[in-house]
C-alpha cells in the first residue's frame, strides 16, 4: 500500500520530464529546420526584391526607347535621313535620361517611313541574388514608330536661317507667334536658338532648333524639339528678276492726302510714304535699290500681285506708325508667291540694335550676345539710325502680307501692338533672324487654298504631321 502509494507520487515528475524532453527536441529539430531554412527564405525575399528593381529598370529602359522612337521619327517626318543620324539621334535622346548610357541601336525601316531603336544594359540587382541565380543577366527593350504618312503635312512656316546668332528666333516679353498649322525652324547651332521671354506664347504644330531652346516661363501650344537637323534655305538657287537697268524715280516722296499708282521698276535711293497718303502699286516687280522703303504715320500701301525686292545697301522696308499694309504677292512668273524679297545684292549694315542700343550705339554685324532691348514706338514713328538695314514692322494694321517673306541675312523686327498678318490666307517668313518684341502677334495662317498665290517649292508642306508607336 504505501510502495503503491510512493509509485503514484513520482509519475507526473517523469511525465513532466518526459514532456519536457520531448519539448526540447521538438524545438531543437524546429531551430534546425528554420537554420536549414534560412537561406532559401532570405534568397526568396531578396529575389523579390531583386525583381522589383529589375522591372523597375524594365519599365525605365521601355519608356526610353518609346521616347527615342518617336522624337526620331518626328524628326525624320521632316526630310530625308541617313542612318549615322537615326543612330546618333536615337542614342543621344536615350543618354539624356540616363547618369550611365546603356548600348542603343537605332536602324530605319520600313523605307525611310520608320525607326526602330533598341537599348542593352546589364541587370542591377540592389542584393546580387538574381544574378547569382542565373537570371535577367541582360536588360532590352525595343520600339518602333512609323511616321503617318496619311496624315496632314507639316507646313513650313518660318524659317531662321542664321546658324550662329543667339535668338534665331527671339520672343521677348509678351510676343506672341499664332501658327497652329505650322513648324517653326531656327538653324542656329547654339544653345540659345530659340528664346521664349516670359509672358509669351507660342502656338504651332512644331518647333524646331538645331542648338537649344531657352523657356522663360512662355505658354507654350507645341511640340519643342531640339538637336534638330537643318533646314537647307529653300530658295537658296532661286532665280532672281533683274536689279539693274535705269531708276523709274530716285528718292522719291508721297506725302499729305495725295494719291498715287507706281508702275513696276527700279526705285532708287529710298521711297517714303507718309502723311495720309495713298499709294498703290501695280501688279508687277518694284526693285528698291539703295534706299528704304518707308510707310509712316497713316499713310496706305497698297497691292495685289506684286514683289517687292531690295537690293544694294541702305535697302530695307519699315512699316511704321499707323500705316495701312495690305500686300499680297503675283500668282505667277518669276517671282510667284514671293513678296518681300531681299536680293543677292542686298547688303547688312551695322546692326544698332544689339545689346538694347536702341540706336544709341552701333555695333557689330557678328556680335551675337544678344538682340533688341528697348522698343522703338515713337509718337511719329522712331526710325533707326542709318547705318543699319533691320527690316522693321510696328505699324497698327499691317495686317494683310500674303505669300514669303524672304530675307535671306536680315534682321526682321516686329514690334506693333495690333496683329500681323492675321488678315493674309498664308505668310511663310524666311529670315536671317526674327525679334517680336513690345508684345505683337505675329499671325501665321496656312490656308493655301484661300488664294491663288502659290507657295514656293520647299516650304510649306514638308513632311507627315503625325508619328505613332508600333510593333
Known amino acids: 500500500m504505501t510502495a503503491g502509494g510512493s509509485k503514484g507520487r513520482n509519475s507526473k515528475p517523469r511525465l513532466l520530464r518526459d514532456g519536457l524532453a520531448m519539448f526540447r527536441d521538438r524545438r531543437g529539430s524546429a531551430i534546425t529546420i528554420f ?5 532559401s527564405v532570405l534568397a526568396l525575399l531578396g529575389g523579390a526584391l531583386d525583381y522589383a528593381a529589375v522591372m523597375r529598370d524594365q519599365s525605365r529602359l521601355q519608356s526610353a526607347a518609346d521616347a527615342a522612337a518617336l522624337a526620331v521619327a518626328r524628326e525624320m517626318s521632316m526630310g530625308p535621313m541617313s542612318p549615322d543620324r537615326v543612330q546618333m539621334l536615337a542614342a543621344t535622346y536615350v543618354a539624356a535620361q540616363f547618369t550611365d548610357p546603356p548600348r542603343v541601336a537605332g536602324t530605319i525601316i520600313e523605307k525611310g517611313m520608320g525607326v526602330q531603336v533598341r537599348i542593352q544594359k546589364p541587370a542591377e540587382a540592389p542584393l546580387g541574388i ?30 531662321s536661317l542664321g546658324d550662329k546668332g543667339n535668338g534665331g528666333i527671339y520672343m521677348h516679353n509678351n510676343a506672341v507667334i499664332t501658327a497652329p498649322q505650322c513648324m517653326l525652324q531656327s538653324n542656329s547651332t547654339v544653345r540659345e536658338a530659340i528664346i521664349i521671354r516670359q509672358g509669351s506664347k507660342l502656338q504651332s504644330n512644331l518647333t524646331c532648333a538645331r542648338g537649344g531652346i531657352a523657356n522663360d516661363a512662355g505658354i507654350l501650344q507645341t511640340i519643342l524639339l531640339t538637336d534638330c537637323p537643318p533646314v537647307a534655305n529653300p530658295l537658296e538657287q532661286k532665280p532672281e528678276p533683274p536689279a539693274s537697268g535705269p531708276c523709274l524715280a530716285n528718292k522719291l516722296e508721297i506725302r499729305g492726302t495725295e494719291k498715287r499708282t507706281l508702275a513696276p521698276g527700279i526705285y532708287c535711293n529710298g521711297v517714303t510714304i507718309e502723311g495720309s497718303a495713298q499709294v498703290t502699286l501695280a501688279p508687277g516687280i518694284f526693285v528698291f535699290r539703295g534706299g528704304p522703303l518707308i510707310a509712316r504715320q497713316s499713310s496706305e500701301l497698297l497691292g495685289n500681285g506684286v514683289t517687292l525686292m531690295f537690293s544694294g545697301r541702305k535697302s530695307y522696308f519699315r512699316f511704321l506708325d499707323n500705316s495701312l499694309i495690305r500686300l499680297s504677292a503675283p500668282a505667277s512668273g518669276i517671282s510667284a508667291g514671293m513678296l518681300l524679297w531681299e536680293s543677292r545684292t542686298f547688303q547688312k549694315g551695322h546692326n544698332s540694335w544689339q545689346n538694347g542700343g536702341c540706336g544709341n550705339k552701333l555695333g557689330d554685324d557678328d556680335d551675337d550676345r544678344g538682340t533688341f532691348g528697348c522698343s522703338l514706338r515713337g509718337g511719329a514713328g522712331l526710325v533707326p539710325p542709318r547705318k543699319n538695314n533691320e527690316h522693321h514692322i510696328n505699324s497698327e494694321r499691317a495686317r494683310e502680307l500674303t505669300g514669303t517673306i524672304y530675307l535671306r541675312n536680315g534682321l526682321l523686327l516686329v514690334d506693333s501692338r495690333r496683329p500681323i498678318a492675321d488678315q493674309s490666307p498664308f505668310t511663310i517668313i524666311v529670315v536671317g533672324r526674327l525679334d517680336l518684341y513690345d508684345g505683337p502677334n505675329l499671325v501665321l495662317n496656312a490656308n493655301y487654298g484661300g488664294t491663288t498665290v502659290p507657295v514656293p517649292l520647299g516650304l510649306g508642306p514638308i513632311g507627315a504631321k503625325s508619328v505613332r508607336l508600333g510593333n
Open 35 to 39: 537554420a536549414l531554412a534560412l537561406p
Open 130 to 159: 538574381l544574378p547569382m541565380l542565373g537570371a535577367f543577366s541582360d536588360l532590352s527593350a525595343s520600339a518602333v514608330a512609323r511616321v503617318n504618312a496619311d496624315s496632314m503635312p507639316i507646313k513650313l512656316c518660318l524659317l
